[in-house]
T-cell receptor, first 117, second 114 residues
Framework: AQKITQTQPGMFVQEKEAVTLDCTYD???????LFWYKQPSSGEMIFLIY??????QNATEGRYSLNFQKARKSANLVISASQLGDSAMYFC??????????????FGQGTTLQVKP | NAGVTQTPKFQVLKTGQSMTLQCAQD?????MYWYRQDPGMGLRLIYY???????DKGEVPNGYNVSRLNKREFSLRLESAAPSQTSVYFC?????????????FGDGTRLSIL
């Protein structure tokens, strides 16, 4: 069975500093993808970044990057130069790519990030 | 630029009432999904439709039914609402069920059952 674990219910970071949000996963699929979503207080789900299990390099998207350690089954999100607008709930999710998988995402419990001015 | 549209945004029901949550996407996506979000539990999959004409159960399907009306629309029905179904419901879509494409989410429906 697939499982995503986010062990940090809440995090604080000072504005302009970097912060790492942890995500560990468990799967038996040889091929899979990892996603991070942001959910601000307004409630919508915003896609941030994707990492494929066979990607040669760690994913980056602007101020977001993934610290992907396949052997440790971790895919931590790094936000550089935090901004007040980064205050939100962040979800890590996984999708298996094996036969029979139909695209459903398995989500972690989420981490609430608060950026202090 | 509508993306995924959910209606209604808010609803209050009494125990035993029925209702249908509507979802439509304008991105020509093949796959559509219904999730529920409860505090401290992330999002859990209720039902999904990998392609037009197919539907399958997810992690928490009890008490719900779905209809993939056409490629654009995927509705979620509560036949006899229960307080345990109080939650925020999200509809999502993606081009296919695999690959790098993310799922795109609607803004959610906040449902309270008294």
């Amino acid at each position: 069975a697939q499982k995503i674990t986010q062990t940090q219910p809440g995090m604080f970071v000072q504005e302009k500093e970097a912060v790492t949000l942890d995500c560990t996963y468990d799967t038996s699929d040889p091929s899979y993808g990892l996603f991070w979503y942001k959910q601000p207080s307004s409630g919508e789900m915003i896609f941030l970044i994707y990492q494929g299990s066979y990607d040669q390099q760690n994913a980056t998207e602007g101020r977001y990057s993934l610290n992907f350690q396949k052997a440790r089954k971790s895919a931590n999100l790094v936000i550089s130069a935090s901004q007040l607008g980064d205050s939100a709930m962040y979800f890590c999710a996984m999708r298996g790519h094996g036969s029979g998988n139909t695209g459903k995402l398995i989500f972690g419990q989420g981490t609430t990030l608060q950026v202090k001015p | 630029n509508a993306g995924v549209t959910q209606t209604p945004k808010f609803q209050v029901l009494k125990t035993g009432q029925s209702m249908t949550l509507q979802c439509a996407q304008d991105m020509n996506h093949n796959s559509m999904y219904w999730y529920r979000q409860d505090p401290g539990m992330g999002l859990r999959l209720i039902y999904y439709s990998a392609s037009e004409g197919t539907t399958d159960k997810g992690e928490v399907p009890n008490g719900y039914n779905v209809s993939r009306l056409n490629k654009r629309e995927f509705s979620l029905r509560l036949e006899s609402a229960a307080p345990s179904q109080t939650s925020v419901y999200f509809c999502a879509s993606s081009e296919y069920g695999t690959g790098r494409q993310p799922q795109h989410f609607g803004d959610g429906t906040r449902l309270s059952i008294l």
